[in-house]
C-alpha cells in the first residue's frame, strides 16, 4: 500500500554535513575493493592486528553462559580489579563507584559530552570522533591547531592563552596519547606543566589513554598522575587487547565529580542499559596483574616498534616530512614538498592526495582533513596494522632481537604498502 499526503520527516539539524565515521568507510570502501579482485593494502582503519592473549579468551569462554543483564556502572567485581589498576598503574585511589564501564570508550566519550555542560577544547589533528559527538550533541568546540615543529602536541601556553580570557568558564580538554592520528604522546614533563595550567582554570581533562599500554617507551607518563583530581581516565580492550569488536571500555573519574559519574549512569540506563556481560568477566581477566598477559603486550608493543622504525626509515628516504611513532600504530607523515608535483595530477589537497594513492598503488591512508587538519595541508594517517599480528606472536624469537627478516616474514604486507607508497613518489 502506498500512503499519499505523508507528513514531512526532518532530521536533526545537527546531523547536517555528517557522515559515516571516516575511519568505517575506509574500511568499508576496502572491502568493496577487494570483492572487486583488487590487491588493497588496508593502513586505514586502526585496527589492532594483534589476537586477544588467551586468558582473556578462556575466561569469556567460562562465561559465555552469563546472560543477566549487570549493574549500569558495570560489574563490581571488574570495577574492583579497575579501582586495583588504576592504583597501580597511577597510585591513584579511586572507589567501584568511581568507575564506569561501557559499550566502548567511543559510547562512554558520547555520554561525557552530553552531561557535561561545557565548551569543548580539542586540539588538531584528532581522532575523527571527537569533534562529530559533539557537534551532534550541540557542544561548542573550540578547535586548538597543534603544529609539527611541536610535534603536534598542545602546549601549556596555548590552554592559558585560551582559558585566561574567560577564566571561569566550564571546559573539558580532550587529550589523547600516544596520539591517534600521529603517533606522537608526552613527556612526564609537558604533562606536568600542561596539569599545572589547567588546575589554574579548574579545566576537566578526559585523558584518552586507550593506547598507553603500547608506549614504546613501556613506561607511559599520565596526567592522571598529576592532576587527579581534575582527570577523567579513558582506556578500553580495543587496541592493547586486540578485542575492539568486544565493545569495552571503562572511565574512571575523580570522587569528587561523583554527580558526574552518576549522570553518565542515568543516561547509560536510558540508552545502552549494560554493557554485555560474557564481555565484562572476560575483562576481569584483562586487567587483573597477570605476568602471561604483561608479556603478550611487551611483545606487542615491540612488534610495532620495530615495525615503525621500518616504515619511518623508509619514507625519511623521500622527501616527506614525518615523525618517528612514539606509540600505537599510526604515523602522520607529510607530503608537502611534493606539492608541485601532486599539482601536476590535479592533487590539490589531502583528499585528493589519498585517492590518487590508493588509486595508483593499492594502499589506503586517511587524509589529514578527516581529523581535522586544513584540507590543503597535504598530511595522511597511515596505520601500519596489515598484518598477521597471530603469526607474529607465535614466531617473535626467543631474544626478542627483531630484525628486518622477521618483518618482511610476519609483517610483509604493511613493509610492501609503504614500499609501493616510496615507489609511487619517487615516480612523480
Not at 590487491?39 to 543477566?68: C, M, W
Not at 597501580?88 to 585511589?93: A, L, P, T, Y
Not at 557542544?139 to 577564566?167: F, H, S, W
Amino acid at each position: 500500500m502506498i500512503y499519499h499526503n505523508s507528513p514531512d520527516i526532518k532530521l536533526n539539524t545537527n546531523l547536517g554535513g555528517l557522515s559515516t565515521s571516516a575511519t568505517i568507510a575506509i574500511q568499508q570502501l576496502c572491502r568493496q575493493l577487494q570483492r572487486q579482485g583488487k590487491n588493497v593494502y588496508r593502513l586505514g582503519l586502526g585496527q589492532s592486528p594483534f589476537p586477544v592473549p588467551d586468558p582473556v579468551i578462556k575466561t569469556l569462554q567460562e562465561n559465555a553462559h552469563q546472560k543477566d543483564y549487570l549493574a549500569v556502572k558495570g560489574l563490581e567485581e571488574l570495577r574492583q580489579t579497575l579501582v586495583d589498576y588504576h592504583h597501580r598503574w597511577f597510585d591513584v585511589e579511586c572507589g567501584i563507584e568511581d568507575v564506569v564501564v561501557g559499550p566502548g570508550s567511543k559510547e562512554l566519550m558520547f555520554i561525557l559530552q552530553l552531561v557535561y555542560d561545557g565548551e569543548i577544547l580539542l586540539p588538531l589533528p584528532a581522532w575523527v570522533s571527537y569533534s562529530p559527538q559533539a557537534r551532534i550533541i550541540g557542544r561548542n568546540v573550540n578547535a586548538i591547531m597543534t603544529y609539527k615543529e611541536e610535534n603536534y602536541k598542545i602546549t601549556a601556553q596555548q590552554i592559558d592563552t585560551i582559558c585566561r580570557l574567560d577564566p571561569n568558564r566550564s571546559r573539558l580538554l580532550i587529550l589523547n596519547y600516544p596520539s591517534n592520528p600521529t603517533g606522537q604522546t608526552y613527556s612526564a614533563e609537558e604533562l606536568e606543566e600542561l596539569a599545572e595550567v589547567l588546575a589554574t582554570y579548574k579545566v576537566l581533562v578526559l585523558a584518552d589513554e586507550i593506547y598507553a599500554r603500547l608506549d614504546f617507551s613501556g613506561d607511559p607518563a599520565s596526567i592522571v598522575t598529576y592532576y587527579p583530581e581534575g582527570t577523567i581516565f579513558s582506556g578500553g580492550l580495543s587496541k592493547w587487547c586486540g578485542a575492539g569488536g568486544w565493545r569495552l571500555g571503562i572511565f574512571i573519574v575523580p570522587e569528587k565529580m561523583r554527580w558526574l559519574t552518576d549522570a553518565m549512569a542515568t543516561v547509560a540506563s536510558e540508552t545502552f542499559t549494560s554493557t554485555s556481560a560474557p564481555i565484562q568477566y572476560a575483562a576481569v581477566a584483562a586487567f587483573k596483574e597477570n605476568p602471561e598477559i604483561d608479556r603478550y603486550v611487551e611483545k606487542c608493543r615491540n612488534v610495532l616498534a620495530t615495525l615503525a622504525d621500518e616504515i619511518t626509515g623508509q619514507l625519511q628516504k623521500t622527501a616527506v616530512d614525518v615523525l618517528p611513532a612514539q606509540g600505537g600504530f599510526y604515523i602522520f607523515p607529510d607530503f608537502s614538498s611534493y606539492r608541485t608535483k601532486l599539482a601536476e595530477k590535479n592533487i590539490l589537497n589531502s583528499a585528493q592526495l589519498c585517492d590518487g594513492i590508493l588509486q595508483d598503488t593499492g594502499v589506503a591512508i586517511l587524509p589529514g582533513s578527516d581529523f581535522g587538519r586544513d584540507p590543503e595541508e597535504l598530511t595522511a594517517r597511515l596505520a601500519f596494522v596489515d598484518f598477521d599480528g597471530g603469526k607474529a606472536l607465535q614466531q617473535y624469537p626467543e631474544d626478542g632481537v627483531l630484525n628486518r627478516e622477521y618483518l618482511l616474514n610476519c609483517c610483509g604486507r604493511t613493509v610492501e604498502a609503504v614500499e609501493r607508497l616510496v615507489n609511487w613518489l619517487d615516480a612523480l
